[in-house]
T-cell receptor
């Protein structure tokens, strides 16, 4: 089955700096890569996703890049703000027929220091 | 849309008691997933349904766990009997025809 590894497990940055979180996946059939943000006491919330036919996607301060050859994908947050502090999860998904598999990374605790 | 609705939000129960967690999916979503989150194991997929039919229950830890989806707007996850090691946050998530899934706020279970 799919295996997703996520690094680093914790990340502290100064407000205004950039943050980068990296993930690797094992299953070459995976074709969808979402990123979720989980705030304390809440469920994971989708913040951005990318599909395997695209190399990069941006949404304001957030961007995701995908390297299918290397099986890497990364989340980039620019101009970080204290409200960006949360746990971030990457995931990889493949689908076939009615089968739907979404495998999560282990999470990154991001702390933005004011 | 109200999003995925889970109940109860918090439950504290004694070991041996039955626990029932409930989920109302987003209207029109035909996939429903039950996840468990712990510090040690992260987010684990327990079971998922497509059009109310269980597709993969290989993540269900043991026979004490069961899940049902009697109709398109309701699902339950039951633990009987509950044990302290079942203490975790249980998330319901739903998705439509695309790959995107949306999580509820979770049910925080403590078994003492």
């Amino acid at each position: 089955g799919e295996n997703v590894e996520q690094h680093p497990s914790t990340l502290s940055v100064q407000e205004g700096d950039s943050a980068v979180i990296k993930c690797t996946y094992s299953d070459s059939a995976s074709n969808y890569f979402p990123w979720y943000k989980q705030e304390l006491g809440k469920g994971p919330q989708l913040i951005i996703d990318i599909r395997s036919n695209v190399g990069e996607k941006k949404d304001q301060r957030i961007a995701v890049t995908l390297n299918k050859t290397a099986k890497h994908f990364s989340l980039h947050i620019t101009e970080t703000q204290p409200e960006d502090s949360a746990v971030y999860f990457c995931a990889a998904s493949s689908s076939s027929g009615s089968a739907r598999q979404l495998t999560f990374g282990s999470g990154t605790q991001l702390t933005v220091l004011p | 849309d109200a999003g995925v609705i889970q109940s109860p939000r918090h439950e504290v129960t004694e070991m041996g008691q039955e626990v029932t967690l409930r989920c109302k999916p987003i209207s029109g979503h035909d996939y429903l997933f039950w996840y468990r989150q712990t510090m040690m194991r992260g987010l684990e997929l327990l079971i998922y349904f497509n059009n109310n039919v269980p597709i993969d229950d290989s993540g269900m830890p043991e026979d004490r766990f069961s899940a049902k989806m009697p109709n398109a707007s309701f699902s339950t996850l039951k633990i009987q009997p509950s044990e302290p090691r079942d203490s975790a946050v249980y998330f319901c998530a739903t998705g439509g025809s695309g790959n995107t899934i949306y999580f509820g706020e979770g049910s925080w279970l403590t078994v003492v």
